[in-house]
């Protein structure tokens, strides 16, 4: 198993944002990590709270930093956010009543949102910011 490493590619040169998205490297390299050495409830228990609180902390901030730099596509990112956090219930949800499925689908999804989110979706108010400087 390969660990996530951080790039450049991720960093949007807003260092508050900067580190919470290296959280989440973290977050997903820990969960690998406690798989490799076998603990898989200890992996999933703590991927399940570090996703959740993560959730909780980073989108808001994010939010929060976008209606203060006057983002204009602020409304549209929140509701990609909402949708993170519902997929997150509904897949907990199902995993909690022994879908084994469901883990592996959010796993996926937080890995796929790590690139493509931030990659992307992020980079639209990095782009603004770094333009309205200017």
Known sequence: MVLIEWSKDLELGIPEIDRQHRKLVEMLNEFYTELEKGEKAEAVKHFLENLEEYLKY???YEERFMEEIGFPETESHKKVHQMFKKLYTEEKERFL????KALREL???TFSWLFSHIMKTDRKYADYINNTKS
């Open 58 to 60: 980073h989108l808001d």
């Open 97 to 100: 009543k022994g879908d084994v």
């Open 107 to 109: 796993v996926a999804f």
